[in-house]
Nanobody, 123 residues
Framework: QVQLVESGGGLVQAGGSLRLSCAAS????????MGWFRQAPGKEREFVAA????????FYADSVKGRFTISRDNAKNTLYLQMNSLKPEDTAVYYC????????????????WGQGTQVTVSS
């Protein structure tokens, strides 16, 4: 089992920045691929970014490429998402996920989830 707890969400104006964190406990953090998804009201959960176990490879949705950066600190068992140049359309609940199998862009292929943190971007 892996337990994931997100933090760092909040209200920010368009063009601003936020950094999300995801603290992991349980099974060895450094052995898991990790990712971020988001879900806006009335919409399906969508892929945002993923990172492999070592942190050497990262993947992004086209909608956030160049604005968001995913990273991890295996010594602290923590995953991060730095979000810059935020837009109102980035408003959503952001979820941390662990242990992908198969298609990492599909929310159905991840084994563990956090409870989510709300990000609201005002125009």
């Amino acid at each position: 089992q892996v337990q994931l707890v997100e933090s760092g969400g909040g209200l920010v104006q368009a063009g601003g920045s936020l950094r999300l964190s995801c603290a992991a406990s349980g099974r060895t953090f450094s052995s898991h691929g990790m990712g971020w998804f988001r879900q806006a009201p009335g919409k399906e959960r969508e892929f945002v970014a993923a990172i492999n176990s070592s942190g050497g490879s990262t993947f992004y949705a086209d909608s956030v490429k160049g604005r968001f950066t995913i990273s991890r600190d295996n010594a602290k068992n923590t995953l991060y998402l730095q979000m810059n140049s935020l837009k109102p359309e980035d408003t959503a609940v952001y979820y941390c996920a662990a242990d992908p199998e198969g298609n990492y862009r599909s929310s159905y292929d991840w084994g563990f989830w956090g409870q989510g943190t709300q990000v609201t971007v005002s125009s």
